[in-house]
């Protein structure tokens, strides 16, 4: 899984916006669980948005609800987070996973994690 590492992150004030790219390679999107995690220093790693394209619903962590949204270009098979009204506090290494087959709830997924990792991606949102 190829995450397009450095288009898009960056270092934004609170309140301002960034959009990620996660552009995959080897896999079409279709059929897939795909999604974007972050860790934070000291933390561990948190789900934080994803869709699972079989049913077509998307999963949210509470802390970005309303602020974040996830979306797909399969014609670039690329995937983006764009995320607004950033916080100190989304400070983080971004990464996009992705699972082949959708196994597993979109809870879990949040929880536990993909099988499929992308190269992180450092946002600093400054207050």
């Known amino acids: 899984l190829r995450s397009a590492a450095g288009v898009g992150g960056g270092l934004v004030q609170a309140g301002g916006s960034l959009r990620l790219s996660c552009a995959v390679s080897?896999?079409?999107?279709?059929?897939?669980?795909i999604g974007w995690y972050r860790q934070a220093p000291g933390k561990e790693r948190e789900g934080v948005l994803l869709?699972?394209?079989?049913?077509?619903?998307?999963y949210y962590a509470d802390s970005v609800k309303g602020r974040f949204t996830i979306s797909s270009d399969n014609a670039k098979n690329t995937v983006y987070l764009q995320m607004n009204s950033l916080k100190p506090e989304d400070t983080a290494v971004y990464y996009c996973?992705?699972?082949?087959?959708?196994?597993?709830?979109?809870?879990?997924?949040?929880?536990?994690?993909?099988?499929?990792w992308g190269k992180g991606t450092q946002v600093t949102v400054s207050s």
């Open positions: 869709f699972t394209s079989n049913d077509g619903r998307t």
């Open positions: 080897g896999m079409t999107l279709g059929g897939r669980a």
């Open positions: 996973a992705a699972d082949l087959v959708v196994t597993k709830s979109g809870s879990w997924y949040l929880r536990n994690g993909m099988d499929y």
